[in-house]
């Protein structure tokens, strides 16, 4: 055989799945396959591919998808052709070309989710407020339930949710994952029946990712948001996978990257309870950090989470927002505006405590106070993820906050409800007059909110602060409509009379007829107040 018919046959050895020139929009993700047999660990095969479009150029790492499969996965971030060139460690994958046309984006697709001063949006400029969840074992135990989780988000107006991707023991699901991360080398039972579990740390089960693929587009096609927790402290010694190196992790991470960072929806958080975790030091989740990043040619968001009232290093630059676990920012508004200028980064509460029934303080909130401490973040201009945990005494079913399935609560209807009138107003909310008005949060030139909270009155004296947070203050003789939001209740109701502002008095405004807006007799509402052109 000589030479020529020897590079035709490896050539023709290697099954290109996109041989056409692709088409598709940006931020969608482009896939090519290659199909070769690997001497040794197929895992330690290197495999890249750089797409060029201009003067742009991203750098992408392959995967081995098993059953002799190498994938290749681009996002195209800009219109154009993008040409793309291999390069492998072996010669059958090495300089593959190829190209893609990437065509605007339409509909739903608004591209990947970015900060915006101390918001977020989505790469078009759209505005973004996650209202989010938490399944943790979303992507691992029994299909149903995983498929039941799906269809209850579909139906929930959340737009994003936090899930694991490490197999989870504590304190629920009580049954095994379907498959694990790493590939098994044996399991056995010690002397007191536990099971020994021995790992092949250099070789991941692509099973295991392919069905976490299946979920996080499931969850794109729903307009959610997939914020994937990377590491946390609920292996508890069962399997022992968050006792590995940082060289094992990394190669983790590197692996799990180059599956999905072609994926718009997805955000990293590098842990969960990130303190709770003994086998790493704060050193160490900086090299984890940091090796995230520099695997992720997107730049996905980007945070870490610890437990209650732990924080972080979050002004470092790899961290693109402050993700924690605490009560204290969402007792009040103020709290939350307070936060915000310590960062001077976006602001998610991911952790603020669950509805539920569990005995636990943590699990056990009302969906009342759910619904408040919400209510709260949101008007002091964060942002705060819900949880669910009820479970029937008797019957011991699975747990929303964990296992998935269906909501029993009664909070995530009223967020679904806050969600959709923070959305009608024309920019972020932020507190009005941060150190000294605790209830009044601005939306823009002549657009607030008044928070009244759990208190119960009769009226409420029209007034509104001088200051206005970035936006120009309020004038006399503009008038305004009032609308009495029941957030429980999820009703709105146009008050009848239109207010008129007087001149300052005292640093705040009042209706030049000293009229008030009469209340109904209940909790939790919010006054919606607006300018009359």
């Not at 505006?337 to 952790?351: F, G, M, S």
């Not at 993820?385 to 747990?399: A, L």
Request: aromatic share 14%; net charge negative.
């Amino acid at each position: 055989m000589n030479l020529r018919h020897l590079i035709l046959l490896l050539m023709l050895s290697v099954a290109v799945a996109a041989r056409a020139q692709a088409t598709l929009e940006c931020w969608d993700r482009f896939e090519v396959s290659f199909t070769h047999a690997a001497k040794g660990n197929p895992f330690d095969v290197e495999l890249s591919a750089t797409f060029t479009n201009g003067a742009q150029q991203i750098t992408v790492r392959g995967f081995y998808d098993g059953d002799d499969t190498y994938r290749i996965r681009f996002m195209p971030t800009a219109e154009g052709e993008w040409r793309y060139t291999t390069r492998s460690s072996v010669r059958a994958l090495n300089r593959q070309q190829g190209s893609l046309v990437a065509t605007a984006p339409t509909g739903d697709n608004h591209g990947m989710v970015q900060t915006k001063g101390l918001g977020f949006a989505y790469a078009d400029g759209t505005r973004y407020m996650p209202f989010g969840t938490t399944n943790y074992a979303l992507a691992q135990f029994r299909p149903k339930t995983q498929e039941k989780t799906i269809e209850t988000l579909s139906k929930s107006g959340f737009n994003k949710t936090r899930f694991c991707i490490l197999p989870k023991d504590f304190p629920c699901p009580e049954e095994e994952p379907m498959s694990y991360p790493f590939l098994l080398k044996s399991r056995t039972k010690d002397a007191d029946g536990k099971d020994c579990f021995e790992w092949d740390t250099e070789r991941f089960d692509p099973v295991y990712f392919q069905n976490l693929d299946h979920r996080i587009e499931q969850l794109l096609a729903l307009g959610i948001e997939a914020d994937l927790i990377l590491f946390h402290p609920y292996d508890r010694g069962m399997w022992g996978i968050d006792a590995f190196s940082n060289e094992v992790h990394i190669r983790y991470l590197e692996y799990l990257i180059a599956r999905v960072g072609a994926y718009r929806n997805v955000w990293w958080s590098l842990a969960n309870e990130w303190d709770l975790v003994k086998t790493k030091t704060k050193e160490d989740w900086k090299i984890l950090t940091r090796a995230v990043v520099a695997a992720d040619p997107y730049r996905h968001l980007c945070s870490i989470h610890g437990g209650t009232a732990v924080y972080f290093d979050y002004w470092m630059p790899e961290y693109t927002h402050v993700s924690i676990q605490d009560e204290g920012p969402v007792f009040t508004s103020t709290a939350s505006a307070t936060l915000r200028q310590i960062y001077h980064k976006p602001i998610i509460c991911d952790e603020i405590g669950y509805e539920g029934n569990i005995k636990e303080r943590w699990a056990r909130l009302s969906g009342q106070q759910m619904t408040y401490f919400v209510t709260n973040g949101v008007l002091g201009g964060i942002y705060v993820t819900h949880g669910e945990c009820y479970r029937d005494p008797v019957e011991q079913e699975f747990i929303y906050w964990s296992d998935g399935g269906e909501l029993k609560g009664e909070s995530w209807k009223r967020i679904a409800f806050l969600r959709s009138i923070m959305e009608e107003a024309p920019n972020a909310p932020m507190m009005a007059d941060i150190s000294r008005d605790e209830v009044t949060t601005t939306c823009g030139d002549g657009y607030y909110f008044v928070n009244l909270g759990k208190n119960i009155q009769s009226a409420w004296r029209f007034n509104l602060p001088r200051s206005n947070g970035y936006y120009p203050r309020p004038k006399a003789g503009t008038k305004y409509k009032v609308d009495i939001i029941n957030l429980w209740e999820m009703t709105i109701q146009e008050y009848p009379h239109l207010f008129e502002a007087t001149e300052v008095i005292d640093y705040r405004v009042y209706d030049k007829h000293h009229r008030d807006v009469r209340l109904p007799d209940a909790p939790y509402l919010l006054l919606r107040i607006r300018k009359v052109e």
